[in-house]
């Protein structure tokens, strides 16, 4: 990192960075062996100018669950209810979203709530894989209707700095997966 670079911890505090800061902070750290990410996470967006920047969170973005190596549901959110709802990632929404930017303002966040609940599952939409990305291999989220592999490092045993590579976008989207120790406190769909 450059002497005015964002330090990990301040990453981390402010959940922002430039592009480039937070790829050296991804690229310092070590790589997650897929059997390690196997539970519930939390996410969390990094922000760093990336068109997809502020869309996770203002449609109520929880995170994701790995359930074993060929059954992860990459897309969690927070029903209207409470609870935890599995919803299938769908290439026309992403494109849909990216076009209507003015959707990020919290006026529209029921109308996104809405559109999760019609795009909910049971099904796994992604798969883990060990892949070589940026010089290590690492344990890889693959998505089964799209064109993007998610790639971790591990920060802590609890703490996982994710980069979302999507073919076609030279920008990565980067996000935090914190672990969730208590996931017995969220309602949850039961288990396909």
Not at 129 to 152: K, T
Not at 158 to 185: H, N, T, W
Request: glycine share 6%; hydrophobic share 45%; with cysteine.
């Amino acid at each position: 990192m450059t002497a005015t670079a964002s330090a990990p911890s301040a990453i981390l505090e402010s959940r922002q960075a430039s592009t480039e800061d937070a790829l050296n902070w991804f690229d310092s750290l070590a790589p997650v062996d897929a059997a390690a990410l196997i539970g519930l996470w939390r996410g969390a967006e990094i922000r760093t100018g990336h068109p997809m920047d502020g869309w996770l969170e203002a449609s109520g973005w929880y995170g994701k669950e790995f359930v074993d190596a060929e059954t992860v549901h990459p897309l969690l959110f927070r029903g209207a209810r409470g609870g935890i709802v599995r919803v299938v990632p769908n290439p026309l929404a992403m494109r849909s979203l990216r076009r209507m930017p003015f959707l990020k303002a919290p006026f529209w966040r029921p109308a996104l709530q809405m559109t999760t609940a019609l795009l909910a599952t049971q099904h796994s939409c992604a798969r883990l894989r060990m892949v070589e990305c940026r010089g290590q291999v690492s344990a890889a989220m693959d998505y089964d209707s799209l064109p993007i592999i998610d790639c971790f490092r591990r920060i802590d045993n609890d703490r996982i700095l994710g980069i979302m590579d999507e073919k076609g976008v030279a920008q990565p989207y980067v996000f935090l997966l914190e672990r969730d120790v208590c996931p017995s406190r969220y309602p949850q769909q039961p288990r396909p």
